[in-house]
């Protein structure tokens, strides 16, 4: 199928694909790696007239860690994410959704950036970020602000970026002492939405749990936390009860849609069981439970 | 409707084209180059039939405008073989009988070479994810990893020596 029309710039540098984006307003959209986009648009679910693409601006690209966090270049592929040495040493949650997002051929084009900056809650990048309790930077003509990632999502596709902002950084907090994360994901095959996934984040004293953070994936109509699993969790010795307490938490706060991927029923025990893995995985990760 | 001089060098070959910006590489490949090796499989970037080589890394054609491939390097199906010899890659398909109806076979190519590219040992674990974004519907995949692992050996194997 072939996308409608549009205009498309190439610009080189940041400022010059804010000066396009200041020119066209609404009519324009940021082309990244595509992956979504690109299918969108041959569906013609999305017709912008104007296109501005990314991905010549050189120095959007990288993954390095700095006064205390992760920081991601908005245009790293995904691909490149995967391969980051300090990803598997020391974010494990991020490196368990980097393996598992779309397939490895889409991951060479697909970016982090556009993952998130796309605020699909069928996207893996979400739940992992609110897991993390992540920072957003966006860059407008007159400056750069962050933004929390518990304020980024703000409705279906939709999130706080102004019509005249591009992300172009994404800051995961290092994790601490005690802690582990793990992301776990069920699709029905490579390259599939998650029918359910969860991103747990987790701080352990020896048995207990002292901080902990919950994404989940595909089971909502915007990207969100399970914060009553979270209080399940927290200041708990993570037996086996309180994992399920947890897991039966999120189930009963998440509100999955009834698709092809299955009925509402089915997405909240999966959920359950997802949740309960991801926080079991996490706990060993981070040197603690049973 | 936005128009662009793109020139794109395909196997080694620089090309030259007016296109619309809308137009995707695959229709590029194909259409305007009539390099029809490079197949359609699906509308969703799901099947992989028309993986490419973009600047050495694989990527779905169909997903991708030609006007981004401007300036950049693009490697088909059809660049493999070199000189009317078979690429190992090539030569693995059909001894192990790595194809049944063909459709699939020039992305999975493209995704092998990749792969070998990056990792020249790969355990089958390895190949069976890096096909993963490759649909096959003939095979079940099992001559497909065979061929591949056919065409690691060979290119690791020293050169023969001229008598």
Same mark, same amino acid.
């Given at each position: ?28 959209? @940021?082309?990244?790696?595509?992956? *979504? @986009? ?47 040495? !300090? ?18 051929? !889409? ?59 591009? @992300? ?27 029918? *359910? ?94 | 409707?936005?128009?662009? +001089? ?44 028309? +993986? ?112």
């Amino acid at each position: 199928m072939i996308p409608g029309e549009f205009d498309y710039y190439s610009p080189s540098t940041v400022q010059e694909a804010l000066s396009l984006l200041a020119e066209h307003g609404d009519e324009a959209k @940021l082309l990244a790696g595509g992956q *979504s @986009l690109i299918p969108a648009m041959r569906f013609r679910l999305a017709l912008p007239a104007v296109l501005i693409d990314l991905n010549n601006i050189d120095g959007l690209g990288y993954v390095r860690e700095e006064n205390g966090h992760l920081a991601i270049g908005a245009m790293t592929r995904e691909a490149d994410l995967e391969g980051a040495a !300090v990803v598997g040493n020391k974010y494990t949650l991020l490196a368990d959704a980097a393996q598992v997002i779309a397939d490895p051929i !889409v991951r060479n084009m697909a970016t982090v950036g556009g993952n998130i900056a796309h605020s699909d809650p069928a996207n893996d990048h979400p739940a992992v970020m609110l897991a993390y309790g992540a920072e957003v930077v966006a860059q407008g003509l007159n400056g750069t602000r962050t933004i929390a990632i518990d304020d980024f999502f703000t409705d279906l596709f939709e999130n706080s970026l102004a019509d005249n902002e591009i @992300l172009t950084e994404i800051r995961i907090p290092t994790p601490g002492a005690n802690s582990g994360g793990a992301y776990v994901k069920v699709e029905r095959k490579v390259g599939d939405y998650a029918v *359910s996934a969860a991103a747990v984040q987790l701080t352990m004293n020896g048995n207990t749990c002292t901080a902990a953070r919950i994404g989940l994936t595909n089971v909502s109509a915007v990207p969100m936390r399970a914060t009553n699993a979270e209080q399940a969790l927290i200041g708990q010795p993570l037996t086996d009860e309180v994992i399920e307490a947890a897991g039966q938490a999120a189930a009963a706060e998440c509100d999955p849609s009834p698709d092809l991927r299955g009925s509402e029923a089915y997405k909240r025990d999966l959920t359950r069981v997802v949740t309960k893995r991801a926080i079991q995985k996490a706990m060993e990760r981070a040197g603690g439970g049973n | 409707m936005s128009k662009h +001089t793109i020139t794109v060098t395909v196997n080694g070959q620089e090309q030259t084209g007016e296109v619309e910006s809308r137009l995707l590489l695959v229709h590029f490949i194909r259409e305007d180059l009539s390099l029809t090796g490079t197949h359609i499989g699906c509308d969703t970037t799901s099947c992989g039939a028309c +993986t490419v080589l973009l600047n050495g890394r694989a990527v779905k054609s169909c997903t991708l405008f030609a006007v981004q491939a401007n300036g950049k390097n693009v490697e088909t199906v059809e660049g493999v073989a070199q000189n009317g010899q078979l690429h190992p890659l090539q030569e693995g398909f059909w001894e192990k009988h790595g194809l049944q109806c063909g459709y699939c076979t020039p992305g999975m190519i493209m995704s092998a070479k990749y792969l070998l590219g990056q990792n020249p040992n790969p355990s089958e674990a390895e190949i069976r994810q890096a096909i993963s974004g490759n649909l096959c519907r003939c095979t079940g995949y099992n001559n497909i990893v065979k061929a591949i692992l056919y065409a690691a050996e060979k290119l690791n194997a020293p050169e023969e020596v001229a008598a």
